[in-house]
């Protein structure tokens, strides 16, 4: 029997043509592309489900130069966590899914919080990372980042979805005034991002609360991209270098002017040119002994 139930293709997102399913352990996935697997652990969402309509393509839109190389498959965290789960033990989900489905070693893309998440990853089970790419994110939050996601699950708590979503709004631009048009937005629409259970998403936030790997990181040893934007107040270009420097086979690639969120959604066009030469980089896996530049991974019926 499969390890993961996987549906009939779906809907193409562009030229893209869209399969989904649920990996081992019950994380959700959307798959696009052919050629070697690329496991991107999903940015914060505030459900853990696959996406639909304009949010599926919204999340899967950016990754389409990489589905002309990879299988990309974007995996979600699982639906009804336990409260008080950590970093750490959403990792070991992850890892419990790609070990058993795994022949080889594959890339690994972490955005935003799943980037913390594939850290973690990373420093557990090495032996399931070919090469690892974090993409707008850090060893841990930087004190903004911290308040803002406190914010959004202090408001959430007290029934408060506007003013829950428009404390993250400074965190997404590069200016004061951005920030103050992106909260006035969020503002707009917080009723309408909002769950009708917020359990995941307040369990998760608990988690990035309390996470912190810097003293761990010298245990990542496949090759690492750090990339970032330096105006991102969620982690801080100090907390990027920091990430950076104490990876042992890692790059920073810190873009100027650049924020959170056109980094973390690949807005910026040479983030992801980046990315994907890094990830189609041979020589990179000729340097590393050991360390295939291409894996197998088999999903299927």
Not at 53 to 75: C, D, I, K, S
Request: charged share 20%; glycine share 10%.
């Amino acid at each position: 029997m499969s390890l993961a139930r996987l549906r009939r293709r779906g809907p193409a997102v562009g030229p893209l043509v869209v399969r989904e399913g649920v990996l081992d352990g019950g994380l959700p996935y959307l798959a696009v592309g052919q050629g070697p697997p690329l496991v991107v652990f999903s940015a914060f969402t505030s459900e853990h489900v696959n996406p639909t309509g304009v949010a599926r393509r919204f999340y899967l839109q950016p990754l389409a130069p990489l589905a002309h190389h990879f299988t990309v498959h974007l995996v979600n965290r699982k639906p009804g966590l336990q409260a008080g789960s950590t970093i750490k033990e959403l990792a070991g989900h992850y890892a419990k899914a790609l070990e058993r489905m795994c022949t080889e070693p594959v890339g690994i893309v972490g955005i935003s919080t799943g980037g913390s998440i594939a850290q973690q990853f990373a420093i557990d089970h090495p032996q399931l990372v070919a090469r690892l790419v974090l993409v707008g994110t850090a060893c841990r939050l930087a004190p903004a980042g911290r308040r803002m996601q406190r914010d959004l699950a202090r408001f959430t708590v007290a029934g408060q979805p506007r003013r829950a979503w428009a404390a993250t709004g400074p965190g997404l631009a590069t200016t004061a005034v951005g920030g103050r048009l992106c909260a006035a937005l969020l503002w707009l629409f917080g009723p309408s991002m909002s769950p009708k259970d917020p359990s995941d998403m307040l369990v998760v936030i608990d988690a990035e609360d309390h996470f912190d790997v810097s003293g761990q990181l010298h245990r990542i040893t496949a090759p690492t991209l750090v990339i970032a934007g330096d105006r991102d107040p969620y982690y801080t270009p100090t907390l990027f270098r920091e990430t950076a420097e104490r990876i042992p086979a890692a790059r920073l690639r810190l873009y100027s002017g650049k924020g959170h969120a056109s980094i973390s959604t690949f807005a910026f066009k040479a983030a992801l040119r980046e990315v994907l030469e890094f990830l189609t980089d041979d020589e990179l896996g000729e340097r590393r002994p050991g360390r295939p530049a291409r894996s197998s991974w088999a999903v299927g019926p």
